[in-house]
């Protein structure tokens, strides 16, 4: 399965608006809610709302503290995602949902002509082989998933029915699992949903959080940025 670059604009030429934020992982095929206030970033999303409308979100790796507002450092692999709904708040800020569609490697950043940070991005085309032990990694996936998650039926079900594919199941996991920031970073740099199902099998949570529980929806408990 490819990650959807057709929802990318047609038009796209690899200049992304970066967001950087701390503790936070984006993933293709994955809505979270965001806020944005930081009069840099307000300048940056209505840039992105009165264009294509995309942002790509990375992560400030240890130590940003120092520079957070110049150039602070980020990890290589970002997710390039589009902005869905959004509203303005009294104050001035924007709550919206950000939707992951593609891996991207952040090429190099553009001499800032704007207050927001903006890069050169290569796609990371996601594999669609399947190895030969592909059944087993799915049912060991899948066998982890009802031995230790709360209410995982729903989810199991999605797999069964093939309404959920593994890159799918793989990336929401990865997203939701109370993983390690480097874990989840090395979840979104790996292209093989296969591979990633290994790596997220061996970095998985002895006290995992339930994926199921109920999505807090828009715009409540947005995250803090």
Known sequence: MNTPHSDLHPGFDHTVRLFPLPDHVAFPRIAMPLHIFESRYLEMFEDAIAGDGLLALA????????DYYSRAPIAPTVCIGRIQEHQKTDQGTYLFTFAGIARAEVDHEIEPVRSFRRGKVALLDETS????DAKQIETALVSLIKDSLEDAEPLVEAVSRGQLSLPALTDFLGFYL???LTQKLELLSETDGYSRARKLMEHWPTEPRKPTDPDPGFPNLFSVN
């Open 59 to 66: 992560t400030l790796l240890p130590g940003h503290s120092y």
């Open 129 to 132: 082989d399947r190895p030969e």
């Open 178 to 180: 109370p993983l390690s």
